[in-house]
Structure formats: C-alpha cells, structure tokens
Nanobody
Framework: VQLQASGGGLVQAGGSLRLSCAPSERTFSNYIMGWFRQAPGKEREFVAAIRWGSAITFYADSVKGRFTISRDNAKNTMYLQMNSLKPEDTAVYYC???????????????????WGQGTQVTVSS
C-alpha cells in the first residue's frame, strides 16, 4: 500500500493547517492509522492515531486539545486538523498504517507496517 500525505506548508503561530493521508488500498476496520512527526535533530514522535472502524482516537499530550484526527471511510482518507499551531510543531509529518497492532503499542513507530513520504509543516513565530 502507498500512503499519500498532503497539506503541509508554512503558517504563522496560532494558525491552522489540515493534513490528509490517502492510502492506495482499502483501509479495513481493524487497521490503525496514525500520524507521527520528526523535527530536525530529533527522534520521530507519535502525534495521533485512529482506529479505522470505531474511530476511537489517541493523542500525544503535546497536541491534545489542539489537533484532531479523523477519517472519512467513504473517501478512504485520514485527516489531521491542526489548530493553535506553535513553532515547536515544526516538523515533517508522516502518516502510517498498522494492520495488526495492539492498542498498547500504537504510540510506537514499530507498530506500523506502512509509512507515507512525509509532508513539511513549518510554524513561524
């Protein structure tokens, strides 16, 4: 499967962006889709995830209340609405797909089987 992420860009602090991720194959209800990010010189970190069938969501503490992950099953697309952006949100954002992950591992990158190419988000102060 290929994961196509889009929607990144340059925005001022306090602004908003919406990222999209469209898998090239159907996403089944037991899959988990996630967003990770990696800033220069830092490790890749978990941002948010969604269980496709139930739409149960999971967030990193650093984005809770500002970011919203969602999915449109009919369009087979996942979204990350990012509000109240901060300079520390600057990173390359990656979408990822886990086909058999257990819930306790979904905040770890090794739980994911497929990764998109990443989209740059830059927040200026």
């Amino acid at each position: 499967v290929q994961l196509q992420a889009s929607g990144g860009g340059l925005v001022q602090a306090g602004g908003s962006l919406r990222l999209s991720c469209a898998p090239s194959e159907r996403t089944f209800s037991n899959y988990i889709m996630g967003w990770f990010r990696q800033a220069p010189g830092k490790e890749r970190e978990f941002v948010a995830a969604i269980r496709w069938g139930s739409a149960i969501t999971f967030y990193a503490d650093s984005v809770k209340g500002r970011f919203t992950i969602s999915r449109d099953n009919a369009k087979n697309t996942m979204y990350l609405q990012m509000n109240s952006l901060k300079p520390e949100d600057t990173a390359v954002y990656y979408c990822a797909q886990a086909r058999s992950a257990i819930q306790s591992t979904i905040r770890t990158s090794y739980a994911y089987d497929y990764w998109g190419q990443g989209t740059q988000v830059t927040v200026s102060s």
